[in-house]
């Protein structure tokens, strides 16, 4: 999928509106039960970057970044500032915040997630879009060492070990993460006069799939 390595600028979206969407398909049964299905397995995240344009040179970025992305045509990195680590917005991230496999032994590359609520009901958000030099990696209760004892590949969330960790070990991460979005719409509709007037355009983004 056509993807730029490249971050929406982060103080044009801190204040803007989203969050997590589901698809829940409801059936009313004759007898006042219903049965719930959803053909989606992760959830998708929605934005709307309009409501934190301050200013007319805010515009102007944002037309370029528009233009550069060529609409709807190519993906690009956002920063969601309700959750964009593996520990709570509060706290800074350690390499025991998530647990993302156990190991066997023989694997060496494993893929970053985050978890959402515990046990069987728990939700595991895979994570493609680690924030460079955030990546921390933990084998039980030893920190690695990037560089020496791992790699991150940032554009896949994929970390892979120099060797594979000992069967039966707890591979563990912290991170800081971008969502992988698109622009939702083909047009930036703008108009001076009622920018100065307190009305902003509205700027939809779609999280995509990777």
Same mark, same amino acid.
């Given at each position: 999928?056509?993807?730029?390595?490249?971050r929406f600028p982060a103080n044009l979206s801190f204040g803007s509106s989203g969050g997590p969407e589901r698809r829940t398909e409801? &059936?009313?049964?004759?007898?006042?039960?219903?049965? #719930?299905?959803?053909?989606? *397995? !992760?959830?998708?995240? $929605?934005?709307? @970057?309009?409501?934190?344009?301050?200013?007319?040179?805010?515009?102007?970025?944002?037309?370029?970044?528009?233009?550069?992305?060529?609409?709807?045509?190519?993906?690009?990195?956002?920063?969601?500032?309700?959750d964009f680590k593996s520990c709570l917005p509060s706290e800074t991230p350690g390499y025991r915040d998530?647990?993302?496999?156990?190991?066997?032994? &023989?694997?060496?590359?494993?893929?970053?997630?985050? #978890?959402?609520?515990?046990? *069987? !009901?728990?939700?595991? $958000?895979?994570? @493609?879009?680690?924030?460079?030099?955030?990546?921390?990696?933990?084998?039980?209760?030893?920190?690695?060492?990037?560089?020496?004892?791992?790699?991150?590949?940032?554009?896949?969330?994929?970390?892979?070990?120099?060797?594979?960790?000992?069967?039966?070990?707890?591979?563990?991460?912290?991170?800081?993460?971008?969502?992988?979005?698109?622009?939702?719409?083909?047009?930036?509709?703008?108009?001076?006069?009622?920018?100065?007037?307190?009305?902003?355009?509205?700027?939809?983004?779609?999280?995509?799939?990777?």
């Amino acid at each position: 999928m056509a993807f730029h390595e490249v971050r929406f600028p982060a103080n044009l979206s801190f204040g803007s509106s989203g969050g997590p969407e589901r698809r829940t398909e409801v &059936v009313q049964l004759t007898n006042g039960y219903e049965e #719930r299905n959803t053909p989606w *397995a !992760q959830s998708r995240r $929605r934005y709307d @970057a309009g409501l934190s344009l301050r200013s007319l040179d805010d515009i102007a970025v944002l037309i370029a970044f528009f233009e550069a992305r060529r609409g709807q045509m190519f993906g690009f990195r956002w920063k969601d500032w309700a959750d964009f680590k593996s520990c709570l917005p509060s706290e800074t991230p350690g390499y025991r915040d998530q647990e993302i496999a156990i190991a066997d032994g &023989v694997t060496r590359s494993f893929a970053l997630s985050k #978890r959402y609520g515990v046990g *069987a !009901q728990g939700y595991l $958000r895979p994570i @493609a879009k680690p924030v460079e030099g955030s990546v921390l990696v933990g084998i039980s209760t030893d920190e690695q060492v990037l560089g020496v004892d791992f790699e991150v590949d940032l554009a896949g969330g994929i970390i892979t070990f120099s060797e594979a960790p000992d069967a039966g070990e707890i591979i563990t991460a912290g991170f800081e993460f971008d969502v992988p979005v698109r622009f939702d719409t083909e047009m930036i509709q703008t108009s001076v006069a009622s920018f100065q007037a307190g009305e902003v355009p509205a700027v939809p983004v779609v999280e995509i799939r990777l």
